[in-house]
């Protein structure tokens, strides 16, 4: 059994998968654009596809999380689809992330102390993707 999560872009997929290897501290990897993909058969790709990313990922406290660009014609719809959650036993580690995934973003909720957590915040990032990030201190 695995667990994945795809974050999906319409076309500024390559800037958010680069954002995300920074602020988490790693690399991308198998970053693949559309023409780079094996032909399919019968299928024409159209020029302004050619760019986009059709895979990439980064590794994220453990998980594999992918990313990719929409085909132009497949409408994305953003909004609360994906919330991303993270536990870090290390407090100065939660207010890094939440600060930095904040950087250009909405805050939904402050930093603060909860009946669950000693300090759990909430943020949209600049690229809609809502994060909940927790201290785990072992509560629940």
Not at 6 to 23: H, I, L, T
Request: glycine share 8%; proline share 4%; hydrophobic share 35%.
């Amino acid at each position: 059994m695995s667990f994945s999560v795809f974050f999906s872009y319409d076309g500024n997929c390559r800037e958010a998968v680069e954002f995300y290897a920074q602020v988490f501290g790693q690399e991308v990897q198998n970053l693949m654009t559309y023409a780079e993909a094996p032909p399919a058969s019968g299928y024409t790709m159209p020029d302004e596809d050619k760019e986009r990313i059709m895979y990439a990922s980064v590794p994220i406290c453990g998980c594999d999380v992918m990313f990719m660009d929409m085909p132009s014609g497949e409408p994305l719809v953003r909004g609360n689809q994906i919330t991303a959650s993270i536990d870090s036993k290390d407090m100065e580690e939660v207010r890094r992330l939440f600060h930095a995934l904040a950087e250009g973003g909405e805050v939904g909720m402050e930093l603060q102390k909860t009946f669950w957590s000693d300090l759990y915040g909430m943020v949209t990032d600049k690229f809609g993707i809502t994060w909940n990030i927790s201290h785990d201190s072992g509560k629940y």
